[in-house]
Nanobody, 116 residues
């Protein structure tokens, strides 16, 4: 069974940092590209960042470029998102996502709240 479990969210002040993790199981993690997406209250899902299966290729939404860093540890079956210089508009539930065997899988999400 494919499982994606996010963690690391919380409440931080503007300008602060958080590191999100996504623990993967039930599939060969190192064979699949991964993404982070987020959904703010009352809004649709927003793609945040992508990383290729081997980690050699990454991309970011313009809204987070230069502030967020995606990475992965294939030996630990874990995806990360380092978030720095956080802004109130980064407040959202963050999900890791992948397409495995043609099916989209997403975790339960972790809440990130940026507020003073």
């Amino acid at each position: 069974e494919v499982q994606l479990v996010e963690s690391g969210g919380g409440l931080v002040q503007p300008g602060g940092s958080l590191r999100l993790s996504c623990a993967a199981s039930g599939f060969t993690f190192g064979n699949y590209d991964m993404s982070w997406v987020r959904q703010a209250p009352g809004k649709g899902p927003e793609w945040v960042s992508f990383i290729s299966s081997g980690g050699g290729s990454t991309s970011y939404a313009d809204s987070v470029k230069g502030r967020f860093t995606i990475s992965r540890d294939n030996a630990k079956n874990t995806l990360y998102l380092q978030m720095d210089a956080l802004k109130p508009e980064d407040t959202a539930v963050y999900y890791c996502r992948s397409y495995i065997w043609g099916v989209m899988y997403r975790g339960q999400g972790t809440q990130v709240t940026i507020s003073s």
